[in-house]
């Protein structure tokens, strides 16, 4: 079975990222790093299956979400423990530091 990254809206948010450890990426379609991240993302997302959450928030379509959390500059990736940012990490991350923190959020 194919775990994809979740798309994330503000009506889904909370309900995700409440339980259990999820990782978030902020992004926008013009943004190049983005771009990078995103394969990333859905491949961590397929690794990991149902042991952790992996979601995407565009920036653009959800300013609400980008402005609760501050985001700044994109990609932001924001890994949260039962609803709690736990970490928030800035620019293009690799798989082996997101596959890492993730494990030990676990």
Not at 29 to 45: D, N, R
Not at 70 to 76: A, D, E
Request: charged residues 25%; hydrophobic residues 40%.
């Amino acid at each position: 079975r194919c775990f994809m990254a979740i798309t994330l809206s503000k009506d889904n948010f909370e309900a995700t990222i409440s339980s259990g450890v999820a990782l978030v990426d902020f992004w926008a379609s013009w943004c190049g790093p983005c771009k990078m991240q995103l394969p990333i993302v859905e491949e961590l997302s397929n690794e990991l299956g149902e042991k952790a959450k992996v979601g995407k928030v565009n920036v653009d379509e959800q300013l609400e979400l980008a402005q609760q959390f501050g985001i700044q500059s994109i990609p932001t990736l924001i890994l949260f423990k039962d609803g709690k940012p736990l970490e928030v990490m800035v620019g293009l991350q690799s798989k082996e530091t997101l596959y890492e923190k993730i494990n030990g959020a676990l």
